[in-house]
């Protein structure tokens, strides 16, 4: 179709933006999408079967996905105050809240930070802003937070926590200013809380404006795509009427909820995980050629001081190790990888192959 056909059927911002990209994996050891790279134990994937055959792929799935929500209720601990907003991946619940949103609404968010924000807001024709995070250490600009809360008066902030791609955790009192000055809703975004011991959950009864999402993924569940926002159940009423019916198909519920049933081997694989992040941060720190970034998630990013980091990464790739090369989005980023944490033996390979990379 003829460029000015495409001009006169979309919107602008569409035909500016770029689709996001996933890197071929085949043949790799894969180690840039933050996934738990370990499986199920076989004798429970047995029973995990079994109880699929039950499972009614000729009906439409329980709309409120009652049993699931139910299970996520209890393994994360959400006060019985608030409700559950269940959605296709944190993504899709990223998308419901904005098309909520008044036509070019505000929103609001720390960068670096996860780059579906942006992507979906400016999708959708609202007036992103990011704020960008300190040059020590990737902390909160609190007065340049405020300044941009009473410049823009945003219907939406985001705050991950911990942060991707950065890894740490914002400051407590940092986000408790942000929640008090702002005057709509404030997402704490707790995708990687199996491996942090912090989280805002406690914090809903008290206060209105403050929702937390969390995701099943980085648990070990990637491929259900799964992800829930928490939060008052006034505002979700709300949001679940943008949310698309049966959203959370019938396969996923059964099979979510079986896992947090026997979420036991997901807890040990986070804490293996754990263990092997502190072993590979203590590598990466070893090496003078590398300034290494605390954190709280199951990935470590790191910034090439001697050598481009697309070099390296192009090193790290010839020789079967892929990690993320966050370097092209530039600012505080470049020279940046991000290596997520993989079995014992894949992370000896990356660093193998890292040495490699640094001194050829």
């Known amino acids: 179709m003829p460029n000015q056909a ?127 995070l300190s040059d020590d250490g990737f902390e909160l600009d609190l007065p340049a937070m405020l300044a941009s809360i009473e410049r823009l008066r945003p219907s ?48 809903l009864p008290h206060r209105p404006n403050l929702l937390v999402m969390r995701t099943v993924s980085k648990l070990g569940l990637a491929g259900l795509r799964l992800g829930f926002l928490a939060g008052d159940k006034a505002i979700l009423e709300q949001l679940d009427k943008v949310r698309l019916p049966y959203n959370i198909n019938c396969l996923t519920q059964l099979t979510a909820e079986f896992a947090l049933k026997h979420q036991q081997f997901l807890l040990e694989q986070t804490q293996t995980i754990r263990q092997q992040r502190a072993e590979v941060f203590n590598a990466l720190s070893a090496i003078d050629s590398l300034k290494t970034y605390p954190s709280s998630a199951n990935f470590i990013l790191f910034k090439t001081l001697d ?31 991000r290596v997520t944490i993989g079995k014992p033996e894949e992370n000896r390979a990356f660093l193998d192959a890292l040495h490699h990379a640094l001194t050829e």
């Not at 050598?307 to 020279?335: M, Y």
Request: include cysteine; charged fraction near 15%; glycine fraction near 6%.
């Open 6 to 132: 495409l001009t006169s059927l979309f919107r602008p911002e569409i035909l500016a933006m770029s689709a996001y990209h996933v890197a071929d994996a085949n043949n790799f050891i894969k180690l840039d999408a933050m996934e738990n790279p370990y499986n199920w134990p076989e004798e429970l994937q047995q029973v995990w079967l079994e109880q699929l055959k039950s499972c009614p792929l000729n009906r439409y799935p329980d709309p409120e996905a009652k049993d699931l929500a139910a299970a996520l209720r209890l393994t994360n601990g959400i006060p019985e105050q608030s409700d559950l907003l269940l959605g296709n991946g944190s993504d899709e619940i990223i998308q419901i809240l904005m098309m909520a949103l008044p036509n070019n609404a505000a929103v609001l968010a720390p960068e670096p930070g996860f780059v579906m924000y942006k992507q979906i807001a400016r999708s959708l024709g609202l007036r992103y802003q990011g704020v960008p």
């Open 156 to 203: 939406l902030i985001f705050l991950a926590y911990p942060n991707n791609p950065t890894g740490n955790l914002f400051d407590v009192n940092a986000i408790e200013a942000i929640l008090a000055a702002a005057p709509g809703l404030v997402v704490v975004d707790e995708a990687y809380a199996p491996f942090a011991d912090a989280s805002f959950i406690d914090q």
């Open 307 to 337: 050598r481009p980091a697309s070099a390296v990464f192009a090193s790290l790739k010839q020789q079967g190790i892929l990690i993320k090369n966050l370097s092209p989005q530039g600012g505080p980023l470049d020279n940046c990888l």
